[in-house]
Nanobody, 115 residues
Framework: QVQLVESGGGLVQAGGSLRLSCTAS????????IAWYQQAPGKQRESVAT???????NYADSVKGRFTISRDSAKNVVYLQMNGLKAEDTGVYYCKLRISLRDYWGQGTQVTVSS
């Protein structure tokens, strides 16, 4: 059973930083990719950053230059460093892991950016 647990969310002022963590119950090196998604209030979940099993990264245009996705394979953790936070970054952040053509989601962590 694959389990993902997000942590690190909270309330921060605009311009501040947070680092989110996604801890997996399996070796993340065996996954195809892991992604962070944002679900803003009243909106659909959208991908903000992805890291593949070979370390390639991809970002939504809205977060390029501000967010950084990284991983620690020894700890089975994927991070999302969020700098220069804006009010529009508010939402619940989920991590998603794809392995063997299946997607697994965590329960999410709330990020609130006050302007």
């Amino acid at each position: 059973q694959v389990q993902l647990v997000e942590s690190g969310g909270g309330l921060v002022q605009a311009g501040g930083s947070l680092r989110l963590s996604c801890t997996a119950s399996i070796r993340i090196s065996s996954s195809l990719f892991i992604a962070w998604y944002q679900q803003a209030p009243g909106k659909q979940r959208e991908s903000v950053a992805t890291i593949t099993n070979v370390g390639s990264t991809n970002y939504a245009d809205s977060v390029k230059g501000r967010f950084t996705i990284s991983r620690d394979s020894a700890k089975n953790v994927v991070y999302l460093q969020m700098n220069g936070l804006k009010a529009e970054d508010t939402g619940v952040y989920y991590c998603k892991l794809r392995i063997s053509l299946r997607d697994y989601w965590g329960q999410g962590t709330q990020v609130t950016v006050s302007s």
